[in-house]
Nanobody, 116 residues
């Protein structure tokens, strides 16, 4: 599976961004999808995850109430709506999927920069 993220950029604190992750093949066969982020000097961390049917989501405490993960299997795409962004949200955001054979894939990442 090839994954291509988009939607990152520079935004002021309090602003919003919507990240997209487009998969090269049908996401109906993908078990789970997630967003991770990696800030300079920090370990990569889970931001949010969503199950195959989109019925179950999970969020890191840092994004609860501000971020919303979703997926559209008809478009083979996952999204991360980020509102009320803070400077500490600045990071490279990565898409991550696990397919039906339990193989895992990463996207190339998209930079999100939040200015104060």
């Amino acid at each position: 599976v090839q994954l291509v993220e988009s939607g990152g950029g520079l935004v002021q604190a309090g602003g919003s961004l919507r990240l997209s992750c487009a998969a090269s093949r049908s996401t109906f066969s993908i078990r789970s999808m997630a967003w991770y982020r990696e800030a300079p000097g920090k370990q990569r961390e889970l931001v949010a995850s969503i199950t195959s049917g989109g019925g179950s989501t999970n969020y890191a405490d840092s994004g609860k109430g501000r971020f919303t993960i979703s997926r559209d299997n008809t478009k083979n795409t996952m999204y991360l709506q980020m509102n009320s962004l803070k400077p500490e949200d600045t990071a490279v955001y990565y898409c991550y999927v696990v397919d039906s054979r339990w193989d895992a894939y990463w996207g190339q990442g998209t930079q999100v920069t939040v200015s104060s």
